[in-house]
């Protein structure tokens, strides 16, 4: 089977890429994985075992259609992970995340319908639904987005599912919760804590620390991902959750034990614009109908994460892993 991953220098498209190249996810070793990936910030061949003669990894834009043209072809599927992906950097300034992430799953899936491409799952987030102050999102509740980013995440979302509803483009989209793990770029929450805290310096906390995310291991996440490649029903929606919940209070209260710092190191900052206060979503039906469960658990994952950190410096002290917002 040929697989082309899109963002897959990235830190989620990088570990699913690994995962079928090591049969993490029950493939032999007929798989085949070609990485395409624009290699901004966060993205780093580092993530990727680029010896490995099953894959191929090819520098570029998903905006670019006839690069498309000439790569897409025989390969089986796609899962595109390709977006900006930073709510703070989409609030400086939200053409960069409107043109990558709506522009560039259309250019995408255009692409896919020249190919003949027979399976596409475009890879969200939950955040496309907004905030909700008790019980869980369900897949069929609507799109109602707060951030720039999160609005060009639904954007995309609608485009996928166009395209499976007006063309018969075999797509289908993943919601996935916050998530954590080895390689994520030290702008996002998790790493950026981790790496501060590790090397003395303080943490910001948004406003009271009060928001609730659901936090998803990033192995898990790809498990998901490789289920619904499999066995999804095309023009469907699988939310993924990790089934933790956690203030960020809560989780910093964690980080800050693991990485043997105190309170003195956290700073309160002013709340983020628009900030969400809670996420959550409902996992039933990616759980009935394709038997996923969640199988890292939260306690061991984090203790895990920062290990991994701690051991490896040289990737996140690295020129390009260096640039997180302060």
């Not at 894959?55 to 570029?60: A, C, D, I, R």
Request: aromatic letters at 8%; charged letters at 20%; glycine letters at 12%.
């Amino acid at each position: 089977m040929n697989i082309l991953v899109t963002g897959g220098a990235g830190f989620i498209g990088s570990r699913y890429a690994r995962g079928l190249l090591d049969g993490d996810f029950g493939r032999d070793g007929e798989v085949r994985v070609t990485v395409l990936d624009k290699l901004t910030y966060a993205g780093n061949t580092a993530n990727l075992p680029l010896h490995d003669p099953r894959l191929t990894f090819v520098k570029g834009d998903i905006l670019d259609g006839p690069l498309l043209d000439g790569l897409l072809p025989g390969h089986d599927a796609v899962v595109h992970f390709a977006a900006e992906s930073h709510v703070d950097r989409s609030l400086l300034g939200a053409s960069e995340f409107v043109t990558a992430n709506v522009l560039g799953t259309q250019t995408l899936l255009d692409g896919c319908l020249r190919a003949g491409v027979g399976r596409v799952v475009h890879v969200s987030t939950d955040e496309v639904y907004g905030s909700i102050a008790a019980g869980s999102w369900t897949e069929d509740a609507p799109l109602l987005p707060n951030s720039p980013y999160a609005a060009s995440k639904a954007g995309s979302d609608m485009i996928a599912r166009a395209y499976h509803r007006t063309h018969g483009l075999p797509v289908v989209i993943t919601r996935c919760s916050n998530n954590y793990g080895p390689y994520q770029y030290v702008e996002k929450l998790v790493p950026l804590f981790v790496t501060r805290l590790l090397t003395g310096r303080e943490v910001p906390l948004y406003g009271d620390g009060s928001n609730v995310r659901e936090w998803l291991h990033v192995d898990d996440h790809c498990r998901a991902v490789q289920l619904v490649l499999e066995r999804g029903v095309p023009g469907e929606v699988y939310n993924v959750g990790g089934g933790v919940e956690l203030t960020n209070r809560e989780l910093t209260g964690r980080l800050v034990e693991l990485c043997g710092a105190d309170w003195s190191s956290v700073r309160r900052v002013s709340d983020r614009k628009g900030h969400d206060l809670r996420y959550s979503v409902n996992s039933d039906k990616i759980r009935r109908e394709l038997g996923y469960r969640p199988a890292v658990p939260f306690e061991d994952g984090l203790a895990e994460v920062v290990r991994w950190y701690r051991d490896n410096r040289w990737w996140w002290t690295a020129p390009a892993t260096a640039g997180a917002l302060p």
